[in-house]
């Protein structure tokens, strides 16, 4: 039950919308939804709209296809709510939805790489709470490059490695939940993290990446 | 500590994850060796934009446009799903395999049971019921003025899958819908329908106000019906227009056959005839009329618009809405296709496509083309607003036709007459003063080479008129 108490970070959700959702309005929402009630669907991507769109937003790093991706993903979630077991809150189930999506969308772009947006993030609208005062043009600049420096190491690692480092670094969750989201066991997140972290900060440092000797995404050995 | 220190390993310092003497190390180090110390302040920084990221809020998207999207694959998905029901054989299965399973647990050497006693006592499971009919789904294919679905002015009205309970209202426009091949129904202005029943089996409209209905044929079981007050009109293939308010319905039929009925009785509707009911007579005491030539063109006008083909899981896809943008009310045609008076959106295919509109005295006229291509947000078309009619036409184009100077005009036109070039045209838009000076002359339309036509427009710009009637006109000089 590791997801029941995770993700609480999930709830940052500019609309408070989640917030205001307790398990037994859940349980309600999930079996009106299941009994293909559309008013229920309706409230049900009302609710989770925003989550979706920001967690992907936030992988991704990008706005690109954003339209498209939040329909996938609550496509894959309606279709997929008859199997939901309730394991987990429904905001995590649907986290690790836009995960997968995610992946799939890093995958795609890695075959067919494209522009890729980070310019794009509006640096001037993070989180008012974490700047107390206005910031000066230059440090906005400078914190949008910065963005854009970390999106373009992010670019650069491979797509499992690039999501377990996204939801350990900047995310900021534990081995068990990223291995809850990414399916995968937390020995295996442990070891492919230690390589991404070590890839990704060389990177960073303006050092070559290492070769491909370091297991990639199918890497399933101990960390050294 | 040996050697330079790990890039990650910064970060561990940064995230807190260091000893605090394997801290001491590293701080000693980066103080002595410039490299770590820059790769350091890159960790550094990188890490400290990760709270920014993270604090990112989400961001804005097309919310309405997305929800119908996700509405219409989760939907259509359901109704393939009930298209294609399973052979229900899984009983069969069941029982055969309760079969050789009380064979085999019966003995090595089952002996056969005596023809007249049953093989199993129990019942067999009863036969699963008939699945729901599949859901019907409606797209508008045309829209004009405010339209509204379930309460809001969805901007993504087009890709909008229209299904059981949606609410559909106008304001003084009008929307057609098209649910079925050669099936749809255009609402009109100030009127609202409420689709109560939309499947395959049923379908129910509730009417305040007026529509126009074409629909298929219906075959064995499937009903067609209007609710419109106390009224219920039903059909099997027609086209018809049911008109309700308050107290007062009417229906005319164009073809086919219209059953309306109330409480009282039924009365049927033939081609070119109607009825009209009011709630303190009775529907079997009301005449069935025949309707005037200006009633049946009225209702041939109003005919909705459909796709020639019906597929609406490709049609959101491969479709567009093309928007007719007008000064004022004009009728357009689209492929030679009448559709009403402009401003309005359209749904068409991919593709090139020509515009028409119908100047002052109803004579359509090319207004130009534009090329759609399948997106949600389709294409725009832009037609200038006529001229205002101005008296002393006449006379100003009598003018004009007789001061064209036509050898000059000849030596225009003989490039092309050499090339065999005949029948070609210039279009024009003139406008003369009560003095006789010309205002403006733009060449509207030609299927002439640019030189040769501006080479027109200069012999036309030398046409000199006298005083008279101020007039702006468009003229079409033949060449």
Same mark, same amino acid.
């Given at each position: 039950m590791v997801a029941h108490v995770?993700?609480? =970070? /999930?709830? =940052?959700?500019?609309?408070?919308?989640?917030?205001?959702?307790?398990p037994a309005d859940e349980a309600d929402l999930i079996a009106r939804c299941k009994a293909d009630d559309r008013a229920a669907h309706d409230e049900f991507y009302h609710r989770f709209r925003r989550q979706a769109a920001g967690n992907l937003y936030r992988v991704l790093?990008? =706005?690109?296809d954003l339209d498209d991706l939040v329909q996938e993903v609550f496509v894959i979630a309606f279709r997929g709510l008859e199997r939901f =077991?309730?394991?987990?809150?429904l905001s995590t189930w649907l986290y690790r939805i836009c995960v997968n999506v995610a992946l799939g969308k890093i995958r795609t772009r890695k075959r067919r790489p494209a522009a890729i947006? /980070?310019?794009?993030?509006?640096?001037?609208?993070?989180?008012?709470?974490?700047?107390?005062r206005p910031e000066t043009p230059d440090r906005t600049l400078e914190r949008r490059q910065e963005q854009e420096r970390v999106y373009k190491a992010l670019e650069l690692l491979a797509p499992k490695k690039r999501i377990v480092l996204y939801l350990h670094?900047?995310?900021?969750?534990d081995l068990k939940e990223i291995a809850y989201l990414v399916d995968s066991n937390p020995v295996t997140v442990r070891t492919r993290l230690f390589y991404a972290r070590r890839e990704f900060y060389r990177i960073i440092a303006g050092?070559?990446?290492?070769?491909?000797?370091a297991p990639d995404d199918g890497a399933e050995g101990a960390e050294p | 500590m040996s050697g330079h220190v790990a890039p990650h390993r910064w970060a561990d310092l940064w995230a807190g994850r260091v000893g605090a003497p394997e801290r001491k190390i590293m701080e000693r180090h980066a103080q002595s060796c410039r490299a770590c110390a820059r790769v350091r302040q890159r960790v550094t920084r990188a890490s400290d934009s990760f709270a920014t990221i993270r604090t990112q809020p989400s961001p804005e998207a097309s919310w309405d446009s997305i929800r119908a999207r996700v509405h219409w694959s989760v939907s259509t998905q359901r109704r393939a799903a009930l298209r294609r029901?399973?052979?229900?054989y899984g009983w069969l299965a069941g029982a055969l395999a309760a079969g050789v399973a009380v064979a085999l647990v019966s003995g090595p050497a089952p002996t056969l049971a005596?023809?007249?006693?049953?093989?199993?006592q129990q019942e067999p499971p009863?036969?699963?019921a008939a699945p729901p009919p599949a859901a019907l789904v409606g797209l508008v294919s045309r829209a004009s003025g405010d339209v509204m679905v379930d309460g809001v002015r969805p901007a993504d009205l087009f890709a909008r899958a229209l299904t059981t309970g949606s609410v559909i209202a106008t304001a003084e426009g009008r929307v057609d819908v098209q649910f079925g091949d050669k099936s749809a129904f255009s609402l009109g202005p100030r009127s609202t329908i409420e689709l109560r029943r939309f499947d395959a089996q049923t379908i129910e409209l509730a009417i305040d106000g007026t529509v126009d209905v074409a629909v298929a044929p219906r075959t064995g079981g499937q009903r067609f019906l209007v609710d419109a007050g106390a009224q219920v009109v039903e059909v099997r293939g027609t086209q018809f227009r049911v008109a309700h308010d308050k107290g007062l319905t009417s229906v005319a039929c164009r073809h086919g056959l219209v059953a309306v009925s109330d409480g009282s009785g039924k009365v049927l509707v033939g081609d070119a005839r109607r009825v009209r009911v009011t709630?303190?007579?009775?529907?079997?005491?009301e005449p069935v009329v025949e309707l005037s030539s200006d009633e049946l063109a009225t209702l041939t006008q109003a005919t909705p618009h459909a796709l020639p083909l019906w597929d609406p899981a490709a049609l959101v896809q491969s479709s567009a809405p093309l928007e007719i943008a007008t000064a004022g009310h004009r009728d357009v045609r689209v492929d030679g296709l009448e559709l009403g008076l402009a401003p309005l959106r359209v749904r068409v295919m991919p593709g090139r496509h020509t515009v028409e509109t119908a100047d002052s005295a109803g004579r359509f006229r090319r207004a130009g083309w534009v090329d759609v291509a399948a997106s949600p947000h389709g294409a725009r078309l832009e037609i200038p607003a006529e001229p205002p009619p101005t008296s002393g036409i006449t006379e100003r184009r009598h003018q004009l036709r007789a001061g064209i100077d036509q050898p000059r005009l000849g030596r225009c036109m003989r490039s092309i007459a050499k090339a065999g070039l005949t029948g070609t045209y210039v279009q024009v838009e003139i406008s003369v003063d009560a003095q006789g000076a010309v205002g403006f002359l733009n060449v509207?339309?030609?299927?002439?080479p640019s030189a040769t036509s501006s080479c027109v427009r200069e012999v036309l710009a030398d046409v000199r008129f006298g005083r008279g009637a101020a007039a702006t006109w468009r003229e079409r000089i033949d060449l």
């Amino acid at each position: 039950m590791v997801a029941h108490v995770m993700l609480g =970070r /999930v709830k =940052r959700d500019t609309t408070g919308s989640l917030a205001t959702l307790g398990p037994a309005d859940e349980a309600d929402l999930i079996a009106r939804c299941k009994a293909d009630d559309r008013a229920a669907h309706d409230e049900f991507y009302h609710r989770f709209r925003r989550q979706a769109a920001g967690n992907l937003y936030r992988v991704l790093g990008d =706005r690109t296809d954003l339209d498209d991706l939040v329909q996938e993903v609550f496509v894959i979630a309606f279709r997929g709510l008859e199997r939901f =077991r309730g394991d987990a809150r429904l905001s995590t189930w649907l986290y690790r939805i836009c995960v997968n999506v995610a992946l799939g969308k890093i995958r795609t772009r890695k075959r067919r790489p494209a522009a890729i947006g /980070v310019a794009d993030l509006d640096a001037t609208s993070a989180d008012p709470s974490l700047t107390e005062r206005p910031e000066t043009p230059d440090r906005t600049l400078e914190r949008r490059q910065e963005q854009e420096r970390v999106y373009k190491a992010l670019e650069l690692l491979a797509p499992k490695k690039r999501i377990v480092l996204y939801l350990h670094e900047i995310e900021g969750l534990d081995l068990k939940e990223i291995a809850y989201l990414v399916d995968s066991n937390p020995v295996t997140v442990r070891t492919r993290l230690f390589y991404a972290r070590r890839e990704f900060y060389r990177i960073i440092a303006g050092e070559d990446p290492p070769e491909k000797a370091a297991p990639d995404d199918g890497a399933e050995g101990a960390e050294p | 500590m040996s050697g330079h220190v790990a890039p990650h390993r910064w970060a561990d310092l940064w995230a807190g994850r260091v000893g605090a003497p394997e801290r001491k190390i590293m701080e000693r180090h980066a103080q002595s060796c410039r490299a770590c110390a820059r790769v350091r302040q890159r960790v550094t920084r990188a890490s400290d934009s990760f709270a920014t990221i993270r604090t990112q809020p989400s961001p804005e998207a097309s919310w309405d446009s997305i929800r119908a999207r996700v509405h219409w694959s989760v939907s259509t998905q359901r109704r393939a799903a009930l298209r294609r029901p399973r052979p229900a054989y899984g009983w069969l299965a069941g029982a055969l395999a309760a079969g050789v399973a009380v064979a085999l647990v019966s003995g090595p050497a089952p002996t056969l049971a005596p023809a007249s006693q049953p093989i199993a006592q129990q019942e067999p499971p009863a036969r699963p019921a008939a699945p729901p009919p599949a859901a019907l789904v409606g797209l508008v294919s045309r829209a004009s003025g405010d339209v509204m679905v379930d309460g809001v002015r969805p901007a993504d009205l087009f890709a909008r899958a229209l299904t059981t309970g949606s609410v559909i209202a106008t304001a003084e426009g009008r929307v057609d819908v098209q649910f079925g091949d050669k099936s749809a129904f255009s609402l009109g202005p100030r009127s609202t329908i409420e689709l109560r029943r939309f499947d395959a089996q049923t379908i129910e409209l509730a009417i305040d106000g007026t529509v126009d209905v074409a629909v298929a044929p219906r075959t064995g079981g499937q009903r067609f019906l209007v609710d419109a007050g106390a009224q219920v009109v039903e059909v099997r293939g027609t086209q018809f227009r049911v008109a309700h308010d308050k107290g007062l319905t009417s229906v005319a039929c164009r073809h086919g056959l219209v059953a309306v009925s109330d409480g009282s009785g039924k009365v049927l509707v033939g081609d070119a005839r109607r009825v009209r009911v009011t709630s303190e007579r009775p529907l079997s005491g009301e005449p069935v009329v025949e309707l005037s030539s200006d009633e049946l063109a009225t209702l041939t006008q109003a005919t909705p618009h459909a796709l020639p083909l019906w597929d609406p899981a490709a049609l959101v896809q491969s479709s567009a809405p093309l928007e007719i943008a007008t000064a004022g009310h004009r009728d357009v045609r689209v492929d030679g296709l009448e559709l009403g008076l402009a401003p309005l959106r359209v749904r068409v295919m991919p593709g090139r496509h020509t515009v028409e509109t119908a100047d002052s005295a109803g004579r359509f006229r090319r207004a130009g083309w534009v090329d759609v291509a399948a997106s949600p947000h389709g294409a725009r078309l832009e037609i200038p607003a006529e001229p205002p009619p101005t008296s002393g036409i006449t006379e100003r184009r009598h003018q004009l036709r007789a001061g064209i100077d036509q050898p000059r005009l000849g030596r225009c036109m003989r490039s092309i007459a050499k090339a065999g070039l005949t029948g070609t045209y210039v279009q024009v838009e003139i406008s003369v003063d009560a003095q006789g000076a010309v205002g403006f002359l733009n060449v509207i339309d030609t299927d002439l080479p640019s030189a040769t036509s501006s080479c027109v427009r200069e012999v036309l710009a030398d046409v000199r008129f006298g005083r008279g009637a101020a007039a702006t006109w468009r003229e079409r000089i033949d060449l």
